[in-house]
């Protein structure tokens, strides 16, 4: 069983910047593919990045390229999300997610998922 726990989230204004963390115990971090996803009140979870065992694939929604990059550190067993030039769209809880399969950008392919860290931009 794996807990990931996420952190960082915050209130910025728009055009600034966050990190995100996530930290996973319980189980061979490296062994999962990571994602990233976000949710607003009343919409389906969507999909922002995710990065692959090693770190060698990334993917991003569309909406996100250019502004936000997933990285992890299998030492630390963390996966990271930074975030830049962030907008009021991009208002939302994020989530981090393991998934021992596939490298996915489908939410029901990942098989842990964290509480959640809230991210408000401000216009």
């Known amino acids: 069983q794996v807990q990931l726990v996420e952190s960082g989230g915050g209130l910025v204004q728009a055009g600034g910047s966050l990190r995100l963390s996530c930290a996973a115990s319980?189980?061979?971090?490296?062994?999962?593919?990571m994602g990233w996803f976000r949710q607003v009140p009343g919409k389906e979870r969507e999909f922002v990045a995710a990065v692959s065992r090693t770190g060698a694939f990334r993917s991003y929604v569309g909406s996100v390229k250019g502004r936000f990059t997933i990285s992890r550190d299998n030492a630390k067993n963390t996966v990271y999300l930074q975030l830049n030039t962030l907008k009021p769209e991009d208002t939302a809880v994020y989530y981090c997610?393991?998934?021992?399969?596939?490298?996915?950008?489908?939410?029901?392919?990942?098989?842990?998922w964290g509480q959640g860290t809230q991210v408000t931009v401000s216009s």
């Open positions: 319980g189980g061979t971090f490296d062994n999962y593919n």
């Open positions: 997610a393991a998934a021992r399969r596939g490298y996915s950008v489908i939410a029901e392919q990942y098989d842990y």
